[in-house]
C-alpha cells in the first residue's frame, strides 16, 4: 500500500461498518481499500471502524487498516474520528437497536461530524421532492401501493405502471404492470425476481392482486407511474448521477454515467444485463448531437436543485448521494431514486473524484468544527 505519515494537522478519518463474526467486518473490502489508500495519499489517516469498536468514551478504538498487500486485514489501535463517513452496507443492519444507538450517539457528539446518517426511502423522497415546486416537476406520479383501489386509480391516467419496494435497491422486487382494453387478458406484469423475469397475464383486477401480494409479502411498495424513456438501439437507459459535497462544503456533481438496460430486462441495473455507457452516446441517438447536448447540459442543474430539495426536506447532514434520472423522448428529466450509499462507479475518472472528495469534505467538515 501507497502510504505517508498522516499529517497531524488533517482530520481522522473512520469508515463506519457493522462487524461480523466471521470476517471481522462487512462492506465492500475493495471499496474500502480504494478510499483507504486514496486518504493516505492526501496525508490522512483513515480505517475502518465498527460501530461495536467505536466507543466514543474512550481515547483511542480499534480500527482496521489493510496490510500492505492489501489481503488482509489487521486491528490495530488508532485515535478516535473526528469525521465518520457511514458506509454501513443495508437498511436491515442500521436499524438493528445497537447500531441505530451507536449512530445516534455519533450524532449527538460535540467533537465528531458523522454524514450520510441513513438509507432514503423511496416514498419519502417523493414527498420531499414534491414539496418543492422547483423539483416537483420532474418527480413521476407516484402512490403508496396499499390496495388494488390504488391499481385501479393509478390505472385510469396512466396505462403502465412500476411497482417498487419502499426499501429496494439493484432492482430487487421491482415489477412493471401494463394495462390493454382490448384483450382477454388485460393485465401484464413483470416481475423482477433473482437473475429471472417472469410475465404474470391476468383477467381480472382480483387475480392481479393476489399475484401482486404473493409478491411482495409483507414489504412497503410504491407505485409510479411508467416513463417512456428514450431507447439506444430499441433499449431504455437511465442515467446515473453521483453528486457530493465539495471542500468549500457544497453540493458538486462529481460525475454523469449512463446505464443500458439488458434485452427483455424492465431495469437497467448490470448485475441484471445492464451495461455501463457514455451519456453523449446515448442521447445522440435518439436526440442527435446538438440537442443530446442540451439535454446533458440540463442534467447537473437539476441534479443538484433534487440534492439540495432532498437535503432541505430530510434534514439530514448529508455528503454524497447517487440518483437515477430517466430521460424521456421529449427529452425531459425524471427522478427515479437517490440513494445514500451510493455504489462505487466504475468510469475510471468518476472514480477516482468520488475517492477525493471524501476527503476534501471532510476536511471541511472538520474545519467547521474548529
Ligand atoms: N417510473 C419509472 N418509469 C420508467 N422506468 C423506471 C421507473 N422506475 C424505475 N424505472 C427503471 O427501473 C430502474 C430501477 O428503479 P429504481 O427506482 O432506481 O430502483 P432500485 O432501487 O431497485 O435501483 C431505474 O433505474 C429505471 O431504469
Ligand atoms: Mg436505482
Known amino acids: 500500500m501507497n502510504s505517508r505519515i498522516p499529517d497531524p494537522s488533517k482530520p481522522v478519518i473512520a469508515i463506519l461498518t457493522t462487524s461480523d463474526r466471521v470476517k471481522q467486518f462487512r462492506g465492500n473490502r475493495n471499496n474500502f481499500r480504494d478510499i483507504i489508500r486514496t486518504g493516505r495519499e492526501m496525508g490522512f489517516l483513515v480505517y475502518v471502524v465498527t460501530t461495536r469498536d467505536l466507543k466514543l468514551e474512550e481515547r483511542t478504538v480499534n480500527g482496521y487498516v489493510p496490510s500492505p498487500s492489501g489481503k488482509l486485514w489487521y486491528s490495530i489501535p488508532v485515535p478516535l474520528p473526528q469525521v465518520i463517513y457511514n458506509r454501513i452496507s443495508n437498511r436491515e443492519e442500521e436499524e438493528r437497536a445497537p447500531v441505530a444507538r451507536k449512530i445516534a450517539e455519533c450524532l449527538e457528539h460535540d467533537h465528531i461530524k458523522l454524514y450520510n446518517p441513513s438509507f432514503f426511502n423511496k416514498w419519502d423522497l417523493f414527498e420531499w421532492l414534491k414539496a418543492s415546486r422547483a423539483t416537483s416537476k420532474h418527480v413521476p406520479k407516484t402512490r403508496r401501493l396499499r390496495s388494488s383501489n390504488t391499481l385501479i386509480a393509478m390505472l385510469s391516467t396512466h396505462d403502465s405502471l412500476y411497482l417498487k419496494p419502499e426499501s429496494g435497491k439493484a432492482g430487487k422486487g421491482i415489477m412493471r404492470l401494463k394495462y390493454r ?15 429471472k423475469n417472469a410475465t404474470y397475464k391476468a383477467a381480472s383486477m382480483d387475480r ?20 417512456q424513456l428514450a431507447t439506444h438501439h430499441g433499449r431504455p437507459f437511465d442515467l ?44 445522440e441517438g435518439t436526440f442527435g448531437p446538438e440537442r443530446a447536448a442540451a439535454i446533458l447540459k440540463n442534467v447537473p442543474t437539476t ?3 433534487i440534492a439540495r430539495q432532498i437535503e432541505r426536506a430530510s434534514e439530514m447532514m448529508l455528503g454524497e448521494m447517487s440518483m437515477d434520472l430517466g430521460v424521456d423522448e421529449a427529452g425531459d428529466l425524471w427522478f427515479f431514486e437517490a440513494n445514500s450509499r451510493p455504489m462505487k462507479f ?12 471524501i476527503f476534501q469534505y471532510s476536511q471541511h467538515l472538520a474545519r467547521m468544527n474548529k
Open 181 to 195: 382494453e382490448d384483450v382477454s387478458l388485460p393485465y401484464r406484469l413483470q416481475i423482477q425476481s433473482g437473475k
Open 346 to 357: 466504475d468510469e475510471p475518472a468518476i472514480r477516482k473524484l468520488s475517492l477525493e472528495r
Open 240 to 283: 446515473r448521477v453521483l453528486l457530493q459535497k465539495n471542500g468549500r462544503g457544497g453540493w458538486a456533481v462529481t460525475g454523469i454515467g449512463a446505464r443500458l438496460a439488458g434485452a427483455r430486462s424492465i431495469t437497467t441495473h448490470v448485475p441484471r444485463g445492464g451495461s455501463i455507457e457514455e451519456p453523449a452516446t446515448m442521447l
Open 303 to 305: 441534479a443538484l436543485l
Open 208 to 227: 392481479l392482486w393476489a399475484r401482486i401480494s404473493k409478491e411482495k409479502k409483507q414489504s412497503r411498495y410504491i407505485v409510479q407511474q411508467a416513463i
